[in-house]
Every structure is written in structure tokens, then in C-alpha cells.
């Protein structure tokens, strides 16, 4: 059986070596079944001089290296995709580059896979994370929120740290939608999944491309991706605001008609405009976000643009001479 391992990577010079290093290293304890790797290191367009690190790797271990180069940023998502692509494997497992994630792990999702047949994924999640209070406040209201509106159930905390069977790889390479948000494909694929504890550890060198923005955007995609709920809502308020309309229209013809009222002045009219304008606007920049998305898929333009495959030979079978000379 054989292994791939896709490694998105966005300016991680300083890390390639050690990972690769790390991850030979703790495939030692793997199981005999698996007889080859092969590590598809995707460079998603990175400044710094991972692609030279890249080329370097792939000159000493070209039986089992690949690498992918964009020809741009694409994106960690277009990242795992291209990976996903090319890999070959019985198994699958989309790792981070920077260490965070153990390779041990993988040993013991790839156990868990072949002790239980039934099984087809193994997610690792994490149960606590060094990050603040705040953060982890959103990510629940996050998840809240959006395994309430959508019909799929997203597991609170998993992660793109997963090992799974060709058949899960296959079914995800059939979703070439082009706002991905993994979290939600995973879930809405289905498959037996099962989730394994873990602890991200620090980041072995660089920093992390998230920030609090990214992160906003993101959840928006994936709300956007997996539930039309924001458009019912949309529709339900202004069906409320058109009733209510109605209602205040027979009070405003009944003051005047019947108690000689005037209609109300001034500020009525100027806070009424605002709010249904506000309202509106509001409103039609939800519809607006559907729509944009469909506007760009409809261009069908590629998901990612490779500049350049440098491709594993065939041979791909990992012996202990190759050990000795990391
Ligand atoms: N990554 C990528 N493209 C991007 C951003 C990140 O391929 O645009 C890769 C990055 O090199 C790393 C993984 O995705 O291997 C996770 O990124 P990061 O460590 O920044 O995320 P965090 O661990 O903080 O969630
Ligand atoms: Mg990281």
C-alpha cells in the first residue's frame, strides 16, 4: 500500500528540511503494510526561498518527492486540492508544513485505518488550543451557528490534519467548487470519520498566515458555502417589514381620517427613510454575496494554476539508506 502526504507550503524556508527530516524519521514506526510514500510538497506561491528549499529536496530524494508550484497565492485550499490531484496513494494525509501537527500522528491514523476497515477518515481535532479567550468564543459561536442552519454536521475543532482512504480523496477531486472551505467539503462528503484528540505544538519557525480578518472571511465563506439560511432570513424580514408597513399605513389614515391627526412630521419621515434604506442595502449586499459567488464560478476559472510539476519517480519505495544520508 502506499502513503501520500500533501504539504501546502507559504513561505516555509526554514522548515522543509526539518519536516522532512521529522517525518522520515517517525515513519520508521510505520506499519508494514504501507511499502511506499510519497510526499507532494505544493508551493503555493511563496516570496521567500522555499521553492529553492523545494528543488534542493527533490534533488535528493526524488523517488518520493513531488512538488507543485503555483504560479500565485492560491490559497492553503487550492493548496490541499492540487495536492489531492496528484497524489497517488492507497491512503491520504494532508499535513501542515510547519510542524505544528506531529508526524507520529500520522503513524497512528494510518493504524487506526487499517485496524478498522469500516473506517474511511481519521480527523484529528484538537481539544484545547493556545489561542485567547476570544478567539475560541468565535470559533464556538462559529460552529453554533452554522450546524444549526446547515443540514451537515460540522465537528467542532477538526482540522485539514486527516488521513483517509482513496475513495474519500476521490469523492472530494468530484467538488471542484471554487470558494472551497474544507471544513464543510469533509463534512458534506460523509464517510466514516473518526476523530482523534490532539495538541498543535509551536510553530517550528515562520509565522502563522491567519489573522483575525482571514479568519472572519473564511467563516463567511463557509456560511455562505453551506447554508442558504442567511437568504430565508433575508426574505423574512422583509416580508415582517412590509406587514409592518401596512399595519402603521392604517394607523397614519385612521389618525387623519377620524381624530384629525396630521401625519406625523419630520423626524418619522427622516428615521423611517433611514431604516428602510439601511435595511435595504443591508439586505440586497446579502443577496449580493450569494450572487458574486455564483458570478464567479460561473466563469469557471480554475481553481489554481500550476507553474511547475516536478514529479516523484516511480520507484517511491523509502529504504534506510536514505535515512542515513538525511
Ligand atoms: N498555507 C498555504 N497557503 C496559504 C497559507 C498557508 O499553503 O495561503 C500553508 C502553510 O504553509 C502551512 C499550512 O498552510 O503549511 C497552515 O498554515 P498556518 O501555519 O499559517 O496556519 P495555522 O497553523 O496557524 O492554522
Ligand atoms: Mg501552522
Same mark, same amino acid.
Given at each position: 500500500m502506499?502513503? +501520500?502526504l500533501i504539504i501546502?507550503? #507559504?513561505?516555509?524556508?526554514?522548515?522543509i =528540511?526539518?519536516f522532512? $527530516?521529522?517525518t522520515? /524519521?517517525?515513519?520508521q514506526e510505520m506499519? %508494514?503494510?504501507?511499502k511506499?510514500?510519497? =510526499?507532494?510538497? @505544493?508551493?503555493?506561491g511563496?516570496?521567500d526561498? /522555499?521553492?529553492q528549499?523545494?528543488k534542493?529536496l527533490y534533488?535528493s530524494?526524488p523517488?518520493?518527492v513531488s512538488?507543485v508550484?503555483?504560479?500565485r497565492?492560491f490559497?492553503?485550499?487550492?493548496?490541499m486540492y492540487?495536492?489531492?490531484?496528484?497524489?497517488?496513494g492507497d491512503?491520504?494525509?494532508i499535513i501542515d508544513a510547519d510542524l505544528?501537527?506531529?508526524p507520529e500522528?500520522?503513524?497512528?491514523? @494510518?493504524?487506526?485505518?487499517?485496524?478498522?476497515e469500516t473506517c474511511?477518515m481519521?480527523?484529528?481535532?484538537?481539544?484545547?488550543r493556545r489561542? +485567547?479567550?476570544?478567539?475560541s468564543?468565535m470559533k464556538?459561536? =462559529?460552529?453554533?451557528?452554522?450546524?444549526?442552519t446547515? !443540514?451537515?454536521e460540522?465537528f467542532?475543532?477538526?482540522?485539514?490534519?486527516?488521513?483517509f482512504?482513496?475513495?474519500?480523496?476521490?469523492?472530494?477531486?468530484?467538488?471542484?467548487?471554487y470558494?472551497r472551505?474544507s471544513?464543510g467539503i469533509?463534512?458534506?462528503?460523509?464517510f466514516n470519520?473518526? #476523530? *482523534?484528540p490532539?495538541?498543535?505544538e509551536k510553530?517550528?519557525?515562520?509565522?502563522? %498566515?491567519?489573522?483575525?480578518?482571514?479568519?472572519?472571511k473564511?467563516?463567511?465563506?463557509g456560511?455562505i458555502?453551506f /447554508?442558504?439560511l442567511?437568504?430565508r432570513?433575508a426574505?423574512?424580514?422583509g416580508?415582517? /417589514?412590509? *406587514?409592518?408597513?401596512?399595519?402603521y399605513m392604517f394607523?397614519? &389614515?385612521?389618525?387623519?381620517?377620524?381624530?384629525g391627526?396630521d401625519?406625523p412630521?419630520?423626524a418619522t419621515?427622516?428615521?423611517l &427613510?433611514?431604516?428602510?434604506?439601511?435595511?435595504?442595502?443591508?439586505l440586497?449586499?446579502?443577496?449580493?454575496e450569494y450572487l458574486a459567488?455564483?458570478?464567479?464560478q460561473?466563469?469557471?476559472?480554475p481553481?489554481?494554476i500550476?507553474?511547475?510539476?516536478l $514529479?516523484a $519517480?516511480?520507484k517511491? &519505495?523509502y529504504?534506510e539508506? !536514505?535515512?542515513?544520508?538525511?
Amino acid at each position: 500500500m502506499k502513503l +501520500s502526504l500533501i504539504i501546502p507550503c #507559504y513561505n516555509e524556508q526554514d522548515n522543509i =528540511f526539518p519536516f522532512f $527530516k521529522e517525518t522520515v /524519521t517517525a515513519f520508521q514506526e510505520m506499519p %508494514k503494510d504501507i511499502k511506499s510514500f510519497e =510526499f507532494i510538497f @505544493v508551493n503555493d506561491g511563496s516570496t521567500d526561498s /522555499t521553492s529553492q528549499k523545494l528543488k534542493e529536496l527533490y534533488s535528493s530524494y526524488p523517488n518520493y518527492v513531488s512538488v507543485v508550484e503555483f504560479s500565485r497565492n492560491f490559497g492553503k485550499e487550492a493548496a490541499m486540492y492540487a495536492g489531492l490531484r496528484h497524489a497517488t496513494g492507497d491512503f491520504v494525509t494532508i499535513i501542515d508544513a510547519d510542524l505544528q501537527q506531529r508526524p507520529e500522528i500520522v503513524v497512528n491514523m @494510518v493504524n487506526h485505518l487499517l485496524e478498522n476497515e469500516t473506517c474511511d477518515m481519521v480527523a484529528a481535532y484538537q481539544d484545547e488550543r493556545r489561542e +485567547s479567550k476570544f478567539m475560541s468564543f468565535m470559533k464556538k459561536c =462559529f460552529y453554533k451557528c452554522i450546524n444549526k442552519t446547515s !443540514d451537515i454536521e460540522f465537528f467542532q475543532g477538526a482540522s485539514d490534519f486527516r488521513t483517509f482512504r482513496r475513495c474519500v480523496c476521490d469523492a472530494i477531486l468530484n467538488l471542484p467548487e471554487y470558494y472551497r472551505f474544507s471544513k464543510g467539503i469533509f463534512a458534506w462528503i460523509g464517510f466514516n470519520t473518526y #476523530y *482523534l484528540p490532539y495538541m498543535a505544538e509551536k510553530r517550528h519557525s515562520g509565522e502563522s %498566515k491567519w489573522s483575525f480578518f482571514k479568519f472572519v472571511k473564511y467563516a463567511l465563506d463557509g456560511i455562505i458555502a453551506f /447554508t442558504t439560511l442567511p437568504l430565508r432570513i433575508a426574505t423574512g424580514v422583509g416580508f415582517f /417589514t412590509f *406587514l409592518v408597513s401596512i399595519l402603521y399605513m392604517f394607523v397614519v &389614515i385612521i389618525q387623519k381620517l377620524f381624530f384629525g391627526v396630521d401625519v406625523p412630521g419630520y423626524a418619522t419621515i427622516v428615521v423611517l &427613510i433611514l431604516f428602510l434604506g439601511g435595511l435595504q442595502l443591508l439586505l440586497l449586499g446579502v443577496v449580493g454575496e450569494y450572487l458574486a459567488r455564483t458570478y464567479i464560478q460561473g466563469k469557471n476559472r480554475p481553481i489554481y494554476i500550476e507553474k511547475n510539476v516536478l $514529479k516523484a $519517480k516511480e520507484k517511491m &519505495i523509502y529504504n534506510e539508506e !536514505d535515512n542515513q544520508s538525511l
